[in-house]
């Protein structure tokens, strides 16, 4: 797990920090949490599913069908997928909040290799020891996605009020042979389409229903994990390109296998 430090001006005023250029970092990341506010552009890219964490579901875009692996991180780091998700491009900094505290605090991960001496990159302060203008940007730009993340999760909850997640059967390939991989979860098109009257106008007012639409239109997608796994097999074997797509700067958001025949999705 990440572990991420306070961002302060006694300990960052002398330290740089640099804008990521490969996705190395998400090339574990089996699924990404996905937000409402970027479904039009998720859909036609990843599919969405729902995993299940602390009794409660989270709409996530899925990127393999076994753990820690992302198919869409090609071994030099370029990002393969047609979109983005926003929860990546944050990186490497997270908003968290202190124990006892009611604010989120900007934070950073120390580990990411981003942060730099003072005279390279970009300082975290202005002289006068305020954020200088790349850490506002930041801050604006995570500000949002913890805005979008509590909002989708709302609609999610809505979904599972309505008992209309279900599990989503799924095989994968291990070993050379195909097996069933469980945790990952859809929307049931059959109960969302025997909703009363009541449910359904409930489910309206939540805003929950483009998020069940959205999923059921992803699943589509589930083909592109496999297109991903043979252009990684190409791209293990073809000489490396002379440049790395660049990653976005962070400001650019408009808005284990535990038995022979199962694999078991999820955190």
């Avoid at 979860?185 to 483009?210: K, V």
């Amino acid at each position: 797990m990440t572990q991420l430090t306070a961002i302060t001006p006694d300990a960052f005023a002398q330290r740089n920090w640099q804008r990521y250029t490969s996705y190395s970092f998400a090339a574990h990341l089996h699924f990404i949490p996905a937000l409402v506010t970027e479904l039009s552009k998720l859909v036609p890219a990843l599919p969405l599913g729902f995993i299940s964490r602390e009794d409660r579901f989270q709409l996530v875009a899925l990127t393999a069908l076994q753990a820690n692996t992302n198919l869409f991180v090609a071994p030099d780091g370029r990002w393969l997928a047609s979109y983005i998700p926003a929860a990546l491009r944050g990186h490497p900094f997270g908003l968290a909040r202190p124990e006892g505290g009611s604010e989120a605090v900007l934070c950073i991960d120390e580990t990411s290799g981003l942060i730099v001496a003072d005279g390279v990159g970009e300082p975290f302060f202005t002289e006068e020891k305020q954020p200088a203008q790349g850490i506002r940007d930041v801050m604006t730009f995570l500000a949002r996605v913890e805005h979008d993340r509590t909002l989708t999760q709302k609609m999610v909850d809505a979904l599972q009020t309505a008992n209309l997640i279900q599990p989503w059967t799924l095989t994968a390939k291990h070993n050379g042979a195909a097996v069933q991989v469980e945790g990952i979860y859809r929307i049931d098109e059959a109960a969302l389409n025997g909703l009363d009257e009541a449910a359904w106008q409930m489910l309206r007012r939540s805003g929950a229903l483009p998020v069940a639409y959205a999923q059921l239109f992803s699943m589509n997608q589930i083909n592109l994990l496999e297109q991903a796994s043979a252009t990684q097999a190409q791209l293990r074997t073809a000489p490396a390109p002379t440049s790395l797509r660049a990653a976005p700067p962070v400001k650019a958001l408009e808005m284990s296998l535990v038995s022979d025949d199962t694999l078991h999705f999820g955190w």
